[in-house]
């Protein structure tokens, strides 16, 4: 608390130039915590900063939350949208986190904003190849290579991109092009061999095979590929060591179990052959039963989409039947329930559900709000804390744990989680509404005005926002703003009876005792609980 107080005296004493300054130094020093301090108090100061977003963005990033530096990255953009470093450093982020489609856009732009950089060009090829859009890749590929035709790299990348186009020919042409040039990268060797055997060339497909394999050793799919080839001309032992390597490697392999059991077979271990080919089954038959369930789980979310809420009961019922050891359709069968008004069926499913998964954040966030609605908070704390603990990165239960421990008066530990709930998704504007409540409470009435501002700039008829900033207007003693917001908030919503009250008390203040009473009087009649 001390140190947050301190932290404060120095976001009023200077600028915010000085603070991305020294965040900038601290970041370079790798004392990522302590930058992302500095650019925060930095943004404070400066909402509209882009830079300072970027920064922040970055620090996140840097540390390795993605959830937090994402929409950083994303507010620099729109706030400065000719700025093509944001975006290229998003786009990076977006492609180490398995998010391709998402990169597309940006780096389309950073190319369009700096077209003779190949950098770009080169991940936008790659971030069409990833999203499934080979067409898309081969001629981005292409322009890249024309500035540098050297990259192995890139050589194999087009190779796939043209042998998902169907161009075979092209494609083997690519594959030999990035092994001439770089001999010890791997894939390209492996893809060169599958070029070689779908046309025929055996020999040599075998010859890249084991060049993959000494490349890549752990890798299951050079293995497998090298275990066929093997079979393929008659080293039935070599061919078995290599397929039992790589199912070592991944056990649900299903294209290295077949080719191990029929090995088997011709070598005349019709035992252990069988064996094998019972796995494959058993397999087919589990990934069957999942496809069945999943598809009654979407069945289901459908349903309750549509409100048809019994029709969806149904369809996660016979989802956990098919699957009783799969926990995600117990969990919908506990949303269904609660939907229902079946409390108790509720909380069975999300129990059940825990069982399978005792990990699974949804559904203790969910059993959580069931107990406090029961008002039983015990209960509920400790089953949003267990949300919160199994997936930090959930924003919703560090939302629903600050308003549970706000309604209990523990304004500083509320602070912290709705924190986390805002810096996780900025667009939540429930939880930016609690977080200035609370900082209000705490008397700290600029950091609140801010926050209801942002509120108001992102959704403008959010009446609460200009009611709550009233009330911090009021308490500055500026009546006359106070009542602006007010009478905001009414024309947004003219049965707010707050508002009126809030409105008269302004009202008041300033002498204007008729109008005052006149807001009073339409405040108790939209609202008969507020006192004479």
């Not at 120095?10 to 930058?35: C, E, M, P």
């Not at 937090?68 to 093509?84: H, S, V």
């Not at 035709?149 to 186009?165: C, E």
Request: hydrophobic share 40%; proline share 5%.
């Amino acid at each position: 608390m001390l140190r947050e107080c301190a932290f404060l005296l120095l976001a009023i004493a200077d600028t915010a130039v000085d603070h991305y300054n020294r965040g900038l130094a601290l970041k370079y020093k790798g004392d990522a915590a302590s930058a992302i301090q500095e650019f925060s108090a930095a943004i404070q100061l400066r909402p509209d900063w882009p830079i300072a977003h970027y920064a922040m963005g970055a620090a996140y990033c840097d540390r390795g939350d993605v959830a937090r530096g994402i929409p950083e990255l994303k507010r620099a953009i729109d706030l400065d949208p000719n700025n093509a470093a944001p975006r290229q450093y998003l786009a990076g982020v977006l492609l180490r986190e398995g998010r391709p489609a998402e990169a597309v856009d940006q780096l389309a732009a950073v190319c369009r904003l700096r077209p003779g950089d190949p950098k770009p060009r080169a991940q936008l090829a790659l971030a069409y190849l990833e999203s499934g859009n080979p067409g898309k890749a081969v001629p981005e590929f292409r322009r890249y290579l024309a500035i540098r035709p050297n990259d192995a790299q890139a050589h194999y990348h087009l190779g796939v991109s043209l042998g998902q186009t169907g161009e075979l020919e092209a494609a083997l042409h690519e594959f030999r092009r990035s092994v001439a040039l770089d001999p010890g990268f791997g894939p390209a060797h492996e893809s060169l061999g599958v070029a070689l055997r779908r046309h025929g060339d055996q020999t040599g497909a075998l010859r890249e095979f084991q060049a993959a394999e000494r490349l890549m050793p752990d890798n299951p799919i050079a293995l497998c590929d090298l275990g066929l080839a093997l079979k393929q001309a008659g080293d039935l032992d070599g061919a078995i060591a290599r397929l039992r390597r790589a199912l070592q490697l991944k056990p649900d392999f299903e294209r290295a179990k077949y080719a191990l059991g029929i090995a088997l077979q011709m070598r005349g271990q019709r035992a252990e052959a069988a064996s094998e080919m019972r796995t494959i089954r058993d397999l087919h038959e589990t990934r069957t039963r999942n496809a069945q369930s999943r598809k009654q789980i979407l069945d289901g979310i459908e349903a309750l989409k549509s409100g048809r809420l019994q029709d969806a009961k149904s369809a996660f019922a016979q989802a956990t039947q098919i699957s009783p050891d799969e926990a995600e359709g117990f969990y919908y069968l506990g949303q269904a329930e609660q939907r229902l008004g079946n409390s108790d069926k509720a909380t069975e499913a999300y129990t059940q559900a825990l069982a399978q998964k005792p990990d699974y954040a949804a559904a203790h966030m969910a059993l959580g709000l069931v107990y406090a609605r029961r008002n039983q908070v015990e209960l509920a704390e400790k089953q949003l804390r267990e949300a919160v603990l199994s997936d930090s990165d959930l924003a919703d239960a560090h939302y629903n744990l600050a308003l549970l421990l706000a309604s209990e008066g523990r304004a500083n530990d509320a602070a912290n989680e709705i924190l986390e709930a805002v810096s996780l998704d900025p667009a939540n504007l429930e939880a930016r509404m609690l977080e200035g409540n609370l900082l209000a409470d705490q008397n700290q009435v600029e950091r609140a005005a801010a926050v209801y501002s942002e509120v108001i700039r992102r959704s403008p008829d959010f009446a609460e926002a200009y009611n709550n900033l009233g009330l911090l207007l009021l308490k500055k003693g500026d009546p006359a703003k106070a009542k602006e917001e007010f009478q905001q908030a009414i024309r947004k919503r003219p049965d707010y009876a707050a508002a009126h009250y809030n409105l008269g008390l302004a009202l008041s203040k300033t002498g204007d005792t008729a109008a005052a009473q006149t807001e009073f009087d339409t405040a108790r009649r939209l609202d008969p609980a507020i006192p004479q």
